[in-house]
C-alpha cells in the first residue's frame, strides 16, 4: 500500500497473512452486514482450524455457514445458532467446539478488546452455567462474573462506504458488530460497497475512523434475506 492509500484489488491481498489455527472475528446479524466475499475467498484457500468470532452463523449455504460445512471452522464464539442445520448438527455432535455468549456479552467483549480493557464485570449469566469456572464478586450489594474481552488475528469487516484512508460509514441495521469489531482486530480488513476519495465522507458521519482499518476492497454484494416477511395483502373488494 502506497502512503495511506489502504486499497487492495483482490482478495488474496485483502486475506494475506491469514493461516490455519487463526481466530477471525466476522461482522454482521444473520446475513445482515456481513463481508460475504471475503468469507467465500476463505473457503476457497482451505484455511482451516479456525476460530470464529460472530453473532451467529447465518444459513447452510452462505457466510459463515460455507466455512462450516467444509470444517474449516474449530470452534465458534457466537450468541445464537440461527437458522444454520449445520451449525446444530456439529454442536450437538460435538465435532465443533461452541461457546454460547450472549448477546450484550458478546458485543461487550469485542468492544473492550478493541478499547485494550481486559475483562469486566456483570451481572449477565451470574448463577447459570455460562458463570462456571469464572471469577465472580459482589458489588454493591449484586453478583456479577467476571468476562475477559475477546480480540483476533483478523477482523473481517462490512461497510457501506469507506474512503481510501478506511474511514467507514455503515447503513442501518448493517451497524451491528462491524463497527466494534473493526478496533479489535490485529489486521482489519473492509469490504465495501462504495470507496471515495478523502474529504468525500462527511467527518461528522464516520462511524469507524480509518486508523483501525489495514485493507480496504471495493466488493458487490447480494444482500441475501435470511427470513423474507411480507405482510399479506387484503383481498380485492368488488
Not at 448493517?174 to 471515495?196: C, D
Request: proline share 4%; with cysteine; hydrophobic share 40%.
Amino acid at each position: 500500500m502506497a502512503g495511506l492509500n489502504k486499497v487492495v484489488h483482490s482478495y488474496q491481498e485483502a486475506l494475506n497473512g491469514l493461516n490455519n489455527d487463526m481466530t477471525i472475528l466476522v461482522g454482521g446479524f444473520g446475513l445482515c452486514g456481513i463481508p460475504e466475499g471475503l468469507i467465500n475467498h476463505m473457503v476457497t484457500t482451505g484455511v482451516t482450524g479456525l476460530t470464529a468470532i460472530s453473532n451467529n452463523a447465518g444459513v447452510d449455504d452462505f457466510g459463515l455457514g460455507l466455512l462450516l460445512k467444509q470444517r474449516q471452522i474449530a470452534t465458534m464464539i457466537a450468541s445464537y445458532v440461527g437458522e444454520n442445520a449445520t451449525f446444530e448438527q456439529q454442536m450437538l455432535s460435538g465435532e465443533l467446539n461452541v461457546i454460547l455468549t450472549p448477546q450484550g456479552t458478546l458485543a461487550e467483549k469485542i468492544r473492550a478488546g478493541g478499547a485494550g480493557i481486559p475483562a469486566f464485570f456483570t451481572a449477565t449469566g451470574y448463577g447459570t452455567p455460562i458463570a462456571d469456572g469464572k471469577e465472580t464478586r459482589e458489588i454493591k450489594g449484586r453478583n456479577y462474573v467476571l468476562e475477559e474481552s475477546l480480540t483476533a488475528d483478523f477482523a473481517l469487516v462490512r461497510a457501506w462506504k469507506a474512503d481510501t484512508m478506511g474511514n467507514l460509514i455503515f447503513r442501518k441495521t448493517a451497524a451491528n458488530f462491524n463497527p466494534m469489531m473493526a478496533t479489535a482486530g490485529k489486521i482489519t480488513v473492509v469490504e465495501a460497497e462504495e470507496i471515495v476519495q478523502p474529504g468525500e465522507l462527511d467527518p461528522n458521519h464516520i462511524h469507524t475512523p480509518g486508523i483501525y482499518v489495514d485493507r480496504v476492497i471495493q466488493a458487490s454484494f447480494e444482500k441475501r434475506i435470511e427470513q423474507r416477511t411480507v405482510k399479506p395483502q387484503p383481498d380485492n373488494q368488488a
